[in-house]
């Protein structure tokens, strides 16, 4: 079955290190997204990219980066810069057709302790 | 700025009646609209969507309403069932374009 792969599934991190999340995608798709979901504020975009070895800052990119080698894979990396990184993190991904939209990962939960 | 308002936050409602979720956008451009449902700790699922050139979509117990002059889309479910106790975005975008802006959420409980 194709689809998003998000891990892990939660994870925790001690304030002052980098954690990486990890998003891997087996429907061909180009375009590839990070949100963030926080309660009562939807989701934020945090970086995207269209293609392979590109990739743009989306409305809250700072104290994250990102990385696309493969078409695949689309890891995110929550740095010690990121002042508030407790959230929900969903990775998206696009194909050709806009009909239907992201197809999202099932998500996950970081809690820094 | 949200580009894409929903601002209820909550809804409840029984069992067999209608759920109506409202969403306001400000960008006149956007010209596609999708709803998408989301249960806790699962990435959001796709549930309907409507072009521009369209005011209404119809998905079984869903239908879609747009007003373009209104900057105004609505999801009706009807009959709900507890089932769809989960909570709704609407996202709008530009065909053209790749990214979708999403609202804030609406929590629904259907209650039995």
């Known amino acids: 079955d194709g689809g998003i792969t998000q891990s892990p599934k939660y994870l925790f991190r001690k304030e002052g290190q980098n954690v990486t999340l990890s998003c891997e995608q087996n429907l061909n798709h180009d375009a590839m997204y990070w949100y963030r979901q926080d309660p009562g504020q939807g989701l934020r975009l945090i970086y995207y990219?269209?293609?392979?070895?590109?990739?743009q800052k989306g409305d809250i990119a700072e104290g994250y980066s990102v990385s696309r080698e493969k078409k695949e894979s689309f890891p995110l990396t929550v740095t010690s810069a990121q002042k508030n990184p407790t959230a929900f993190y969903l990775c998206?991904?696009?194909?050709?057709?806009?009909?239907?939209?992201?197809?999202f990962g099932s998500g996950t939960r970081l809690t820094v302790v | 700025d949200q580009q894409v308002k929903q601002n209820s936050p909550s809804l409840s409602v029984q069992e067999g009646r209608i759920s109506i979720l409202n969403c306001d956008y400000t960008?006149?451009?956007?010209?596609?609209f999708l709803w998408y449902k989301k249960y806790p700790a699962e990435g959001p699922t796709f549930l309907i969507s409507i072009s521009s050139i369209k005011d209404k979509n119809e998905d079984g117990r869903f239908t879609v309403f747009l007003n373009k002059s209104a900057k105004h889309l609505s999801l009706h479910i009807v009959p709900s069932q507890p089932g769809d106790s989960a909570v709704y975005f609407c996202?709008?975008?530009?065909?053209?374009?790749?990214?979708?802006?999403f609202g804030t959420g609406t929590s629904l409980t259907v209650i039995p």
């Open positions: 960008n006149s451009m956007f010209d596609y």
């Open positions: 996202a709008a975008t530009l065909r053209t374009g790749n990214q979708f802006y």
């Open positions: 990219s269209q293609i392979v070895n590109d990739f």
């Open positions: 998206a991904s696009h194909g050709t057709r806009a009909n239907y939209g992201y197809t």
